[in-house]
């Protein structure tokens, strides 16, 4: 049997990058897909190529209405949530004395306090059903400093604290919460001119891609890590090793 057939799952930021190669292989291991974004247009037209039982719900990850909107639109659609991937993110490379109170808030808002906002969402859910998965994406820049990543780098290491704080929580409630680490990634995150220069400091010698981060996904996402929980999975090509 495929490893997610039937299981519910609720991907932010899924029409792109690392969530779009998720809802791909999720959707191959029989997987039910909510894939929730900003772009109506681009959103429909990745859930028709997924294809199956695969949705789009334009949502902002920030909003608490909209985060209901998602569940409720999850459940009377589905009836059940199994799965929650909280990928939504967003990033910038500037020097901290340049960024604005503004443009902090946006980064701590998205790349953080949306994960914390989906998770009691799906918590709740979770008690009641007596199940559940939540897996958060952070980032090896959530374990390590950077310069010029200082919202970056506190937001994903909230995170990984968040998915600790959570996976105790609520592990005798067989809800497990487990954070993916990637490391430089080949998405439209990175811009082109700084991918070689990625590339040269990663011990591996390259970039790694959505796929292999959607497979890692997929092992969070699956009875295979079934005994993993409030921990990470650093996919970085070894940089963090360093």
């Known amino acids: ?129 007596g199940n559940g998965n939540i897996i958060n994406t952070a980032s090896m820049y959530g374990l390590i400093g950077a310069a010029g990543s200082a919202a970056y780098n506190a937001a994903k290491g909230g995170v990984i604290n968040l998915t600790r704080s959570l996976g105790i929580e609520y592990a005798a409630e067989n809800i497990r919460v487990n954070a993916l680490c990637p490391g430089f990634i080949d998405t439209p995150i990175i811009p082109a001119e700084m991918k070689q220069s990625l590339s040269d400091i990663t011990p591996i010698g390259r970039l790694g891609t959505s796929e292999e981060m959607a497979k890692a996904a997929l092992f969070l996402a699956s009875d295979d890590s079934s005994f993993m929980t409030a921990n990470t999975l650093t996919v970085d090509g070894g940089f963090t090793a360093q």
């Open 1 to 129: 049997m495929s490893k997610l057939q039937d299981k519910v799952v609720i991907i932010t930021g899924g029409i792109s990058g690392i969530g779009k190669a998720s809802a791909e292989l999720f959707k191959q291991e029989g997987a039910k897909l909510v894939l929730v974004d900003l772009d109506e247009t681009k959103g429909q037209a990745v859930a028709k190529e997924i294809g199956g039982d695969t949705i789009f719900v334009q949502a902002d990850v920030t909003s608490e209405a909209d985060a209901k909107k998602v569940f409720d639109t999850t459940t009377e659609k589905f009836g059940r949530l199994d799965i929650l991937f909280n990928n939504a993110g967003v990033g910038a490379t500037k020097p901290t004395h340049e960024v604005s109170y503004e443009e902090y808030r946006k980064t701590v808002n998205v790349d953080l306090d949306a994960v914390f906002l989906f998770s009691k969402f799906a918590i709740d859910l979770f008690r009641e059903q």
